[in-house]
């Protein structure tokens, strides 16, 4: 069965990336979701993309310097707040797939912190573009579900040897994989990223778990 999930909570253009309300209209629409986390400077797990604030608020400090209070209260000012992993997690209800992507490489205390946080919610799969991440998650946790993420740049053997880890779930793999017969031949399940035109969504949907935006 094919599975798709909301690139970032972004169902259509009303809806803006990694906020609460479009996690529930994704929901809504039945879809899991594809978040972000980062961990604030008071150890918080906050659904949010980038490093800084400067892309969405023209602020140029970093998450990991700011107390999650100080990041609510910049990104509530500016109507976009920024909402943390706890609060996802309740609004799913256990209900929806949640690909979490780690995007630090985060402390093994940070590490066994998520973990403890999630716990009961067993819809949960971890990913990361930094794979010291998902490899130091299965040391705490063998029977965790992860997934390796890969960028377009990533070299499709290099893919092929990582899939050989019998502990890794799924891959997570740039559109640009999708005609690649050696990657399409493996049997660790793949989600592709972004689709974002109804063009690519209409030719892929059939035989591909895809991660969507804007449809």
């Known amino acids: ?31 899991g979701i594809e978040t972000d986390i980062h961990a604030t400077k008071d150890n918080e797990f906050i659904c949010f993309h980038d490093f800084t604030l400067n892309r969405i608020f023209r602020n140029k400090e970093s998450v990991k310097n700011l107390d999650y209070s100080k990041i609510k209260e910049i990104s509530t000012q500016n109507k976009k707040p920024i909402p943390l992993l706890k609060d996802l997690l309740k609004i799913s209800e256990n209900k929806f797939p949640l690909f979490i992507e780690i995007k630090p490489i985060l402390s093994k205390e940070l590490l066994k912190k998520l973990i403890k946080e999630t716990s009961k919610y067993s819809k949960c799969v971890f990913i990361s573009f930094k794979h010291k991440n998902i490899y130091n998650l299965l040391k705490i946790k063998s029977n965790i579900k992860v997934g ?8 499709a053997k290099i893919i092929v040897k990582k899939s050989t880890n ?26 592709y990223y972004t689709i974002k035109t109804k063009l690519e969504f209409k030719k892929y949907r059939k035989e591909n778990n895809l991660i969507i935006e804007n449809l």
Request: net charge positive; hydrophobic share 35%; aromatic share 14%.
């Open 1 to 31: 069965m094919v599975r798709l999930l909301i690139h970032r909570g972004i169902v259509s253009k009303k809806y803006k990336e990694n906020l609460l309300n479009s996690f529930k209209k994704s929901f809504k629409k039945g879809y």
């Open 148 to 155: 390796l993420s890969f960028s377009n740049l990533t070299s």
């Open 166 to 191: 019998k502990n890794i779930d799924y891959l997570i793999l740039d559109k640009f994989f999708l005609n690649n017969i050696s990657v399409k031949n493996l049997k660790t399940k793949k989600y």
